[in-house]
């Protein structure tokens, strides 16, 4: 029989919104101990609520928000956080997320994901913006760090169709597809194609799921509007059934490293 998995220790949500509350009041000048005497609550509370180990009340937050000035939106982030129950911020910290993560699983459908998008790609996609372009390419750097802890392991799933969707040049999409290549042979690395034949769940839109070291998820989703951070188990529930969906339909590692290869001879040599 498998071991019980464990609820997690801490909320990925809370620490998020710990976080922000934190960068508010130091950007202030105020410190958790100010907090503490204007709120009469511990030092330790204030800490703990910051650290993401407390859920904060809301007459908690609505004494810091009129402390520390910030007309409002340390409510608003708290209302976003308790909406319908359950946290699903649009502000949750997904970079911190991303980078903390001992595995990430990413679907993209149409488009080859940004986490291993080569600068041409990138900038064809962001029509140029300099600085765009550089904070995605930024977020590559954890995938090959060596210093402070070990990479993630990243499980890329690769549409069909992003293999022979044109972006940019023929040679932006042979330059990336060889990165792709090259990406899917590093130890943490595993890169499988989606065939692309049928109707399945993983059409509905991209999105990654990030696995933390004490085993708890977080999800982000993307939508036509804005991108959706989301730790709800209903939600983790709906995208771990469409990984299923994909990955009955996914090519082996070697496969999948044989039909890229064939796709930029026959499509961009």
Do not use: C
């Amino acid at each position: 029989m498998p071991p019980r998995r464990q609820r997690p220790k801490e909320s990925p949500a809370l620490i998020a919104f710990g976080g922000q509350m934190r960068r508010m009041r130091e950007a202030k000048g105020i410190t958790q101990q100010s907090i503490a005497d204007h709120t009469n609550i511990s030092k330790a509370q204030v800490s703990r609520i910051e650290n993401g180990t407390r859920r904060a009340t809301r007459s908690f937050v609505e004494q810091v928000d009129r402390l520390i000035g910030a007309d409002g939106a340390l409510i608003k982030l708290w209302e976003d956080l308790n909406r319908n129950g359950h946290p699903v911020p649009v502000w949750f910290d997904w970079p911190k997320i991303e980078t903390d993560a001992a595995m990430l699983v990413s679907w993209e459908p149409m488009l080859i994901a940004g986490l291993v998008q080569t600068p041409a790609y990138a900038s064809a996609l962001l029509r140029g913006n300099e600085e765009a372009v550089a904070a995605r390419l930024s977020r590559q750097e954890i995938l090959t760090r060596s210093e402070g802890r070990n990479p993630p392991e990243l499980v890329l799933l690769v549409d069909e169709q992003a293999l022979r969707r044109p972006v940019g040049t023929s040679e932006t999409m042979r330059e990336q597809l060889d990165h792709l290549l090259d990406l899917s042979m590093l130890p943490n690395v595993t890169v499988q194609v989606v065939l692309e034949s049928g109707e399945h769940d993983g059409n509905m839109g991209a999105f990654t799921i990030a696995t933390m070291d004490d085993r708890s998820e977080v999800a982000y989703i993307e939508t036509a509007i804005h991108a959706i951070t989301t730790d709800d188990p209903t939600d983790l529930s709906v995208l771990a059934r469409t990984l299923n969906a994909l990955r009955s339909r996914t090519l082996t590692e070697e496969m999948s490293r044989e039909l890229i290869r064939k796709v930029v001879q026959e499509r961009w040599t």
